[in-house]
């Protein structure tokens, strides 16, 4: 069940507070963690007041629901991030949706997105490159021994695409160690393809409701979280 709309403001303010004591606990500043909030499944009045009570960086997993839900929003200002697996055939409608696609997890879809930003005209286009860093079959994302390569296709035949950070999806475990060993090798490589390929890379999107306090204290700049803002999901 959704939350209801009166609980979205002390939800965000909860997790915002998280957010905070994670980041003093290893050091760093929650200005340096974006909270995305993950919008899939959620009716638009939860997500305005989600906006209205601050959140204005949104996570959705589809290119369709995306689509419907911008017909429906006119608040200015707020940015929608691609955090879902990304189909060939809607990476054209996925530029036009979207103000970065976090789950670029190969050359082709990557090229795709490249022609598609051209296309439009945009100068640069922010991508990250996911990552699938438990190895688990279920997970989306780029074999990390394939993460470099693909990082230097990106750099060499994709100048319009801007790689902004690398995407991870931590294990499903009650083992710490191995959700942060995870969530570890995502900023080893970052470290790995910014010496490699000089660039920037300023992202590490990593950690959700139940273990983005893990992925901060292994680096995480973003931090995509839906059921702790909004509820479970109806599905
Ligand atoms: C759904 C989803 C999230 C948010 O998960 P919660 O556990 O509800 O916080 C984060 N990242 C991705 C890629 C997702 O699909």
């Known amino acids: 069940m959704s939350t209801s709309k009166e609980h979205i403001a002390d939800n965000i303010a909860r997790v915002r507070a998280r957010i905070e004591a994670a980041a003093r606990e290893s050091g ?35 290119v369709q629901e995306r689509a419907e839900k911008a017909a429906g929003w006119t608040e200015v200002g707020a940015v ?8 060939r055939n809607k990476a054209r409608r996925a530029v036009e949706l ?22 439009r005209g945009v100068a640069s286009y922010p991508i990250m490159v996911e990552i699938n860093t438990s190895g688990e079959a279920s997970k ?15 750099t060499a035949n994709c100048p319009t695409l801007s790689v902004d950070g690398l995407m ?15 969530f570890a ?15 920037a890379i300023p992202h590490l999107s ?7 306090e893990l992925a901060i204290a292994e680096g995480s ?10 509820g479970a999901r109806d599905v």
């Open 80 to 87: 929608w991030n691609m955090i879902g697996h990304l189909q």
């Open 185 to 199: 090798s995502l900023r080893e490589l970052a470290v790995r393809a910014r010496a490699e390929f000089g660039l």
């Open 140 to 154: 989306s994302g780029a074999a990390p021994d394939g993460a470099l390569s693909l990082i230097e296709h990106i």
């Open 28 to 62: 760093r500043s929650a200005d340096d963690i974006t909270l995305i909030a993950v919008s899939k499944f959620q009716p638009l009045e939860l997500i305005r007041e989600a906006y209205a009570c601050g959140a204005h960086v949104f996570g959705e997993n589809r």
């Open 168 to 182: 991870t999806i931590g294990p499903l475990t009650d083992d710490e160690r191995r959700v942060r060993a995870s």
């Open 98 to 119: 979207f103000d970065c696609i976090q789950s670029i997890d190969g050359a082709e879809l990557a090229s795709l997105v490249e022609r598609a930003a051209r296309d």
């Open 221 to 230: 700049t973003m931090v995509r979280v839906g059921t702790s803002i909004f």
């Open 206 to 212: 990593m950690g959700m409701s139940g273990d983005f």
